[in-house]
């Protein structure tokens, strides 16, 4: 997995507040243990609670991720992969090895 992309489903609130301040683009891909993709999160997914430490025992990644996000696969073709991310309205895409098992294998970006 990509440094600074992807943090485990029970990642603590707190910490994911820090590798968002370090994220390269404001989003991190949640995977579990088998590095199977559950979610994303961006920065305003924790606008709520982003400054309430009195969840920090209380939430983790699990919680606050946006589950089911756009995928692409290896072998998605260039106007694919810009016609998925037109339609998710995201710049950013989990590249899992098939869609149905869902292990992420990469990230695309759009420039």
């Given at each position: 997995m990509m440094p600074g992309y992807s943090r485990a489903v029970?990642?603590?609130i707190?910490?994911?507040?820090?590798?968002?301040?370090?994220?390269?683009?404001g989003l991190l891909f949640v995977v579990d243990a088998d590095?199977?993709?559950f979610g994303t999160i961006a920065t305003s997914d924790l606008a709520a609670i982003a400054?309430?430490?009195t969840l920090?025992?209380?939430?983790?990644a699990a919680d606050v991720a946006r589950t089911h996000p756009a995928v692409l696969t290896p072998d998605a073709d260039l106007?694919?992969?810009?016609?998925?991310?037109?339609?998710?309205h995201e710049e950013h895409v989990a590249?899992?090895?098939d869609a149905a098992g869902r292990?992420?294998?990469g990230i695309a970006h759009e420039l």
């Open positions: 029970a990642t603590p707190a910490a994911l507040r820090d590798k968002l301040l370090t994220a390269p683009h590095g199977i993709l400054f309430d430490t920090d025992s209380l939430v983790n106007d694919t992969a810009l016609k998925s991310m037109e339609a998710a590249v899992v090895a292990f992420m294998v």
